[in-house]
């Protein structure tokens, strides 16, 4: 009989674990049940000093662990007892006295964590490679009708109240246990190979490798993408560090879509740019209006007024916890489709309820500067480079005019220039005292951006006289300088680096206008 037609009872475990989270009153738990545990090295004798029965798995296959243990469980004892099918093998493993192996809970050397301390040299990096570890998982998992096999700490509780409920585990249980398990082999798999195959040794020429293995984790399907005839689906990386986005915890309102999750992504990446109370509106990936405050409410309330008219439907980012005002001022004065902030009170939960749509994420721990890699999918291929996380060149802040910049001045350009970053290409910030006036954003011309964020910002009813103005790359010509001149700007940051610097820097000059380079352009496409 298959176990796929019945419960696989559980009378033999072989627990071999580096993460041992969890893993004494799982073992307790099945010696409780009655079944026989075996065990290797550390694993065995932390159960064995708490006091859990348990066989050695030297002692079990009778040959002793040798090379400093790396050679424990590659023995025919061990992996017959994993690949014996039953029904079918029952005869040769009596023969050659192996016993089945019905459960086998491990988890792998921390390679990972082990190359990514900066003194890690590749001597030691090598000896974080698991062999014995996921040569049994893929042996368990693989023979799936006979035995069940654990790999995450999350997985031991149901396992053991499964066993417990059922005498042993269902076939569907182990499916899901058995794909988790190759999962974990794949992830482990690649993490070796990205580390081996970037080293100088292996003919790598910068960082990145020669093959790049990534490994994501399904959080959930989308309704649909961009557009309602398009699937979708959200992936998390299993490693995302915390403060991420990726690690929002929903604490009200509809399942997210594809564009709320591309937008809230880019409004918690801008929000994270600032120390001060800060809050974001995006509307269709780009910040619309920004600004910095004493008190959360009055950096929304600066914000909001920026551009109301994309405020409408949009995605909202703080860098503070949500508190009962706010979120008074942002439900009694708009439409608004996600919230975001490092946590909620329950104060300002109890108001966004009468929205009961409006998604509400907290995302604890952050925001954290981004890092890392960026990716940007290609038709069959990929794009692959650093974060932006850089603001200046290392001269930081160069004023380049006859005008000079006082330290207001600079606290104003500090701030567009940190908003500007995070606006699409060709990208013009207006702003002043900590807020946006008016954001001029993907435009193929750099003129026509810093028109459109004159416009938006006389639409909203804001002065840009005495207001300063960041470009995210240089000005090719001096006509985006005369445009600022017109309506009122007093200072400019810009990357500098035009073949015509010299000509807009006169144009800079002959308005009265300050300027100062950063040395550093921030195109974003």
Known sequence: MTAAASVLPVRRALISVSDKTGVEDLARGLARLGVELLSTGGTARLLSEAGIPVTEVGDYTGFPEIMAGRVKTLHPRIHGGLLGRRGEDEAVMAEHDIPPIDLLVVNLYPFEAAVAQPDCRLEAAIEHIDIGGPAMLRAAAKNLDGVGV???????ADMLSAIEAHGGLEASHRFRLAVAAFDHVARYDAAISNYLSARPEAGAESAFPGQLNRSWRKASDLR????PHQAAAFYRDPDAPAGSFACHVSRQGKALSYNNLADADAAWACVGAFDAPACVIVKHANPCGVAVADHLVS?????FATDPTSAFGG???????????TA???????????????????AALAITAAKPNVRVLEIPDGPRPISGWRLQPLDGGLLVQDQDADLFADTGLRCVTQTPVDDALQADLDFVWRVAKHVKSNAIVYGREGHTLGIGAGQMSRVDSARIGARKAEDAGLSLAGAVLASDAFFPFRDGIDQAAAAGVRA???????MRDEEVIGAADAHGIAMVFTGLRHFRH
């Open 224 to 227: 649909y993408g961009e557009n």
């Open 328 to 346: 008074r001022a942002i439900i009694q004065r708009q439409f608004v489709e996600v919230i975001l902030a490092p946590a909620v009170s329950d």
């Open 315 to 325: 995605i909202i980012a703080f860098n503070r916890p949500l508190d009962d005002a």
């Open 492 to 498: 400019i940051v810009q990357p500098g680096g035009s």
């Open 299 to 303: 950096a929304y309330d600066a914000a």
């Open 150 to 156: 654990a790999t995450d700490p999350d997985q031991y």
